[in-house]
């Protein structure tokens, strides 16, 4: 057996209950009206309005349309290829800047003289090269 409780509730209530409750007691029908709420509250809205069919509709025809315009275009533009190499190039550029940059920043500072000595080698090996080649002569023969 269940356990009763006492519900005070107002007269004009209890007038609406008794004028529509029929055959049923105040309990039965205080606990249909109960059940049908909260039924009707977990069902909110079993079906789809045309409204909600024809946005749908249009969703999906332009996301039709969207795929058939990357289908059509299987191939790179020049100006498509153009940009690409420009910004490869911009990359690549900002990568030897940076490269650059920390090389200056976080390296050993060279010495002014290391560049002199290098040039002096330089112009060293290309006396030597021009001396020894206007000693030798070449001679091709032609049949």
């Given at each position: 057996?269940?356990?009763?409780?006492?519900?005070?509730?107002?007269?004009?209530?209890?007038?609406?209950?008794?004028?529509?409750?029929?055959?049923?007691?105040?309990?039965?029908?205080?606990?249909?009206?109960?059940?049908?709420?909260?039924?009707?509250?977990?069902?909110?809205?079993?079906?789809?309005t045309r409204k909600e069919i024809e946005s749908?509709?249009?969703?999906?025809?332009?996301?039709?349309?969207?795929?058939?315009?990357?289908?059509?275009?299987?191939?790179?533009?020049?100006?498509?290829?153009?940009?690409?190499?420009?910004?490869?190039?911009?990359?690549?550029?900002?990568?030897?800047?940076?490269?650059?940059?920390?090389?200056?920043?976080?390296?050993?500072?060279?010495?002014?003289?290391?560049?002199?000595?290098l040039a002096k080698k330089i112009e060293g090996?290309?006396?030597?090269?021009?001396?020894?080649?206007?000693?030798?002569?070449?001679?091709?023969?032609?049949k």
């Open positions: 057996m269940s356990e009763k409780r006492m519900l005070i509730v107002p007269t004009e209530l209890t007038k609406k209950i008794n004028d529509n409750r029929g055959d049923m007691s105040q309990a039965e029908f205080i606990d249909f009206l109960i059940d049908s709420c909260l039924k009707e509250e977990a069902k909110e809205q079993p079906y789809i749908l509709k249009q969703d999906i025809s332009a996301i039709l349309l969207k795929e058939d315009k990357v289908r059509e275009q299987k191939y790179v533009t020049k100006e498509e290829i153009q940009v690409l190499q420009q910004d490869t190039r911009r990359l690549l550029k900002s990568f030897l800047d940076f490269f650059i940059g920390y090389g200056l920043e976080l390296g050993k500072p060279s010495p002014g003289n290391d560049l002199k000595e090996l290309e006396g030597d090269l021009t001396s020894e080649e206007e000693g030798r002569e070449v001679k091709i023969k032609w």
